[in-house]
């Protein structure tokens, strides 16, 4: 085995601000406890709440690490006790709480998964966070069948992509808004059905026409403002809405009656605090569900663009520009 070195480079936030407070730190490597694995970082995703984080909007969950990052793939380095069905020398992606840019990154064991046969590891590394959230407020929460209709809005963010692909792969008809012709296109050739860009159509207008009254029986919205009203406008009787985030406000005034008529679900979650044995079941559920699909070609990561970790502050003002179409990524060298 070889000796881990006893400090790393990793990407602190001593105070939050813009881009420019992501700075490269060193930092002791950690130790994995109990029931983890410590992961030589190949390659991290860069998520929106990752930016809310820096912004000091997004505090981490108690005992996670002050570093940002929420998803990893590489190289299993060392096993805490009790840990089995990994070994030293595997390659791992995992959903982490923190601490994801970084050399070296503690992950659940159990909430980490073998890197599908043919991605590379940035492609790996851009699954967890994405996967993980879209299967467990799609099909666990809002129990999307075959047969229905479902809705993305911000169809070419990281979320939106993933949702597209798993949507389609599990025989919904997919809608997806977004904004611009050219991130309405990628939505098409990702397998939506239907896409629509919101800064020239009204979404609403346009899925009643294209869904001939009936509505969405799925939505999956991380808009919320103004959307949450047009939500329930287009939903169909008995629709099933997952807020999973606010970046239009989370405060609205609204009127419910829709919502009671029509029999709606309106439901919200959040990934990163959730217990340990929760990200485990979601973890079993990917791989026996969705890995296949991976592995088969029929699913694949979207990647915008990837950066040296050390120039994590330029991902995250790439994120910013919402120029993005699917996921931004950090390199380890
Ligand atoms: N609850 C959870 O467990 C959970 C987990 C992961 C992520 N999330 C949330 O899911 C969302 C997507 O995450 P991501 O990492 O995939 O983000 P992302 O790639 O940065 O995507 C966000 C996209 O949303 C679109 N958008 C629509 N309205 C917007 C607005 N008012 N402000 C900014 N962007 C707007 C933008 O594209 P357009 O050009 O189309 O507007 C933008 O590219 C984030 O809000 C994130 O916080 C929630």
Not at 226 to 243: D, H, M
Request: glycine letters at 12%.
């Amino acid at each position: 085995m070889t000796e881990l070195p006893a400090t790393m480079t990793a990407i602190g936030l001593p105070t939050p601000g813009g881009p420019e407070a992501l700075v490269p730190e060193t930092r002791p490597v950690p130790v994995p406890r109990a029931g983890e694995i410590l992961v030589k970082v190949a390659a991290a995703g860069v998520n929106r709440p990752d930016v809310m984080q820096r912004k000091g909007l997004y505090p981490p969950p108690p005992g996670a690490p002050d570093i940002p990052g929420l998803e990893i793939a590489g190289e299993v380095v060392a096993l805490g006790e009790g840990v089995t069905g990994w070994k030293l020398g595997d390659k791992a992606c995992a959903l982490v709480s923190g601490g994801g840019y970084a050399q070296y990154c503690l992950a659940q064991a159990d909430a980490a998964l073998p890197v599908p046969a043919g991605l590379s590891m940035v492609e790996a590394a851009a699954l967890p966070e994405t996967f993980f959230t879209v299967w467990t407020n799609v099909f666990d929460l809002a129990g999307l069948k075959a047969g229905e209709t479902f809705l993305v809005h911000g169809g070419t963010s990281g979320i939106g992509t993933t949702a597209i692909q798993l949507a389609k792969a599990h025989g919904a008809t997919v809608f997806a808004t977004a904004g611009s012709a050219e991130k309405c296109k990628v939505c098409l050739d990702l397998g939506a059905d239907v896409a629509i860009d919101y800064k020239t159509e009204d979404f609403v207008a346009v899925i009643k026409e294209k869904t001939g009254g009936k509505g969405i029986n799925v939505i999956l919205d991380m808009v919320g403002g103004s959307y949450i009203a047009r939500n329930y406008e287009v939903a169909a009787p008995l629709g099933r809405i997952v807020q999973i985030a606010f970046m239009e406000g989370s405060k609205v005034q609204i009127d419910y009656m829709r919502l009671m008529l029509k029999r709606l679900s309106h439901m919200g979650s959040t990934l990163r605090s959730r217990p340990n044995a929760e990200k485990a079941a979601i973890a079993a559920s990917l791989r026996a569900k969705v890995w296949p699909l991976i592995e088969a070609g029929k699913v694949k990561p979207v990647l915008d663009q990837t950066f040296p970790l050390e120039n994590a502050a330029a991902a995250h003002a790439r994120m910013e520009t919402s120029l993005h179409i699917g996921k931004i990524m950090l390199e380890v060298g």
